[in-house]
């Protein structure tokens, strides 16, 4: 697919090496000037990420329900009101097929849910909370006990956002409550989000990193 049916405000991943995996920061192009795309510096934890003039970059980018990807050079950074990198435009992108592992942000979103059982029956709605959230998966806080690989079906209750339903399964169980009035701690993946539902969770949280940063607020 060639790269100018991609217009200004289309959200981005800049994929990065952490801990010998690969992760996807939101970024979004916020401007075309010849053959140069201006995108948004990608931000992990309400801190800017260092990256340099010269610097080999791949971009991620979802168009028409298909993901593409494309690799550049950044040739410039600019700093303003919205800092941002100046890399080559890319000609081509290249359709992919691929797990990716989000960046997360540490928010406290309320969270409704059932427990799938056995027979197609539903449990009891369950309300809790994130820890974190990515649009992969999050980090969910809830006196409802669970083990590994429970499914569930879950409400994101995104603020001034209508909610979004998917089914989720529990990948780990990092802490168990062991008194009244605290909570279990459980690693969720998402099962059948759409992109739809996933680029709104993305946009929510690059959203709110730059809310944050301009509040000078950090994760």
């Not at 980018?61 to 950044?74: E, N, P, Q």
């Not at 928010?107 to 009891?124: D, Q, S, T």
């Not at 168990?176 to 998402?190: D, F, L, Q, S």
Request: hydrophobic share 40%; net charge positive.
């Amino acid at each position: 697919m060639k790269a100018h049916v991609i217009k200004v405000n289309h959200l981005l991943e800049i994929e990065m090496e952490n801990d010998s995996e690969k992760e996807y920061i939101p970024s979004r192009l916020e401007e075309i000037s010849g053959d140069y795309w201006h995108i948004s510096m990608p931000m992990r934890k309400g801190i800017y990420i260092t990256m340099r003039v010269g610097q080999k970059i791949r971009i991620v980018l979802r168009y028409k329900k298909t993901m593409f990807a494309a690799s550049t050079v950044i040739a410039a950074r600019r700093r303003g009101h919205i800092p941002v990198l100046i890399v080559n435009k890319p000609q081509d992108l290249v359709a992919i097929n691929q797990k990716r592992t989000y960046v997360r942000l540490s928010v406290a979103i309320p969270v409704g849910f059932r427990l799938l059982l056995p027979g197609g029956e539903k449990g009891e709605l369950v309300e809790g909370v994130t820890g974190d959230i990515s649009a992969g998966g999050m980090l969910l806080f809830s006196t409802q006990e669970m083990e590994k690989e429970q499914k569930i079906e879950i409400e994101i209750k995104l603020p001034d956002s209508e909610s979004i339903f998917c089914q989720a399964h529990v990948v780990r169980v990092l802490d168990k409550a062991t008194k009244e009035g605290t909570h279990n701690k459980y690693a969720v993946e998402y099962d059948d989000i759409n992109e739809g539902q996933r680029d709104r969770i993305f946009r929510f949280i690059f959203d709110k990193q730059r809310e944050w940063l301009r509040k000078g607020v950090t994760e």
